[in-house]
Each structure stands twice: as structure tokens, then as C-alpha cells.
């Protein structure tokens, strides 16, 4: 193997710790905005969140939680939810699943090169990668979103980019990831793909000492 890829949200960390806290100030701005009860919008949208329903998920959490949508809140979604959404960048730190840091350092150790491959918006992909302290692991991080236009998985176009950037086979790499769906659509391409609860085979593929 030349190439060892990662997905970021739920392989490499667990995706919840960091939307959990944008959710809390986004249910307070609501709650203080249109007196909604914090905890139940709150708990709605981790149900949501949870179903991995994200289409208008905060119209759905309100709505859920028995409350009508005001006539203002489409205006408050644009201008207030979304942009903090995307753009806050949460000042507690995230962590990695234990494994990860040696893990990586051994795979680099072992002279393969490492990317990250992600879907999502560039500025919240970029926090949550700053939040893990990851990028100096990576020789290249792809997120989707930083492509015009975008490339999401299971898109294959970003998987035969790294192969094209690497200048590898398709059987020189092998990905890492939560979604059989997404992140497995690798291998129509040939590249190898294991779930992350796997990780542990990692060791056996790439003969490095547990
Ligand atoms: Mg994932």
C-alpha cells in the first residue's frame, strides 16, 4: 500500500461532540429569539441528527417539538443559524478516537502517505481538522466542498483525484470509513475499503507491530 485514506466525521472522531455544541447555541439563539424551550428543540435535533436527517433540520427540530415556524424564521435561519453553523468554530477542543495519533504516526512511520478525505463545507470540515489538531498527519486533506463543483463520496471523482495527485494504482490504496454507502464506493474504483471499527486489520495489511 502507497496510499492509507481516512474519512473525518464518525471514523476518525465521534461526529456528535462537535455538532452537539453548535446545536446548544443554536437552540439557546432560539429559544431566546422565539421562546422556544431549549432542551426540547434541542433533543429534536439530535433525534434528527441521530436518523442522520439533515435536510432543514432545524425547521424539523422546531416542528418536532410542537412549536409552529414563525413568519420570521426563514429569515433567521439564512441570516443567523446558517452562517454560525458553518462558520463558528467551537473553542473546546475535539477529540480523536484513542487509536488515531498512534496510528497514524505508524503508518507514516511505515513510509505510506496519508490523506483525508472528507464531504462537507470547507470552513466547518477545516475547524473540526484544526479542533483534532490532525492536519500536520496528512500530507493532503480533500474536502469535497473545496472543489468546484463539489465532489462528494460516493462520487468517485475525489478518490481517482488522489490517485491521479499520488500518481498510484487503485491497489496501492486503501480507505478508511464509517458509510458502506458513501466512503465504500471506493472499491468500483479497486481502492480497498474497511469499515473504521476494522482499524485493527490495518496492522495486518500494512505488517506493522501492534
Ligand atoms: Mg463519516
Redesign the pocket.
Known amino acids: 500500500m502507497k496510499v492509507v485514506g481516512f474519512?473525518?466525521?464518525?471514523?476518525i472522531y465521534l461526529?456528535w461532540d462537535y455538532e452537539k455544541i453548535l446545536f446548544d447555541t443554536i437552540a439557546k439563539s432560539i429559544e431566546y429569539k422565539f421562546g422556544f424551550e431549549k432542551e426540547k428543540v434541542f433533543a429534536e435535533m439530535q433525534k434528527l441528527f441521530d436518523a442522520k436527517d439533515f435536510d432543514r433540520l432545524f425547521d424539523k427540530a422546531v416542528i418536532n417539538s410542537k412549536y409552529e415556524l414563525p413568519e420570521e424564521w426563514d429569515e433567521f435561519v439564512t441570516s443567523k443559524i446558517l452562517p454560525f453553523y458553518r462558520n463558528h468554530k467551537p473553542d473546546s477542543k475535539l477529540k480523536p478516537f484513542e487509536w488515531v495519533n498512534v496510528l497514524l504516526s505508524q503508518i507514516r512511520e511505515k513510509g505510506c502517505k496519508l490523506v483525508l478525505i472528507t464531504n462537507g463545507g470547507a470552513k466547518i470540515q477545516r475547524n473540526k481538522i484544526e479542533l483534532l489538531n490532525l492536519s500536520n498527519h496528512f500530507d493532503k486533506i480533500y474536502i469535497s466542498d473545496e472543489f468546484n463543483p463539489p465532489m462528494r463520496k460516493p462520487d468517485l471523482k475525489i478518490f481517482e483525484k488522489v490517485l491521479e495527485d499520488f500518481n498510484v494504482k487503485a491497489n496501492e490504496m486503501i480507505y478508511i470509513?464509517?458509510?458502506m454507502e458513501k466512503?465504500g464506493a471506493c472499491e468500483k474504483l479497486g481502492i480497498k475499503f474497511l469499515l473504521f471499527s476494522d482499524y485493527k486489520k490495518l496492522y495486518e495489511i500494512l505488517d506493522i507491530a501492534q
Not at 474519512?7 to 471514523?11: A, C, M, S, W
Open positions: 474519512d473525518l466525521d464518525d471514523t461526529h470509513g464509517d458509510s466512503d
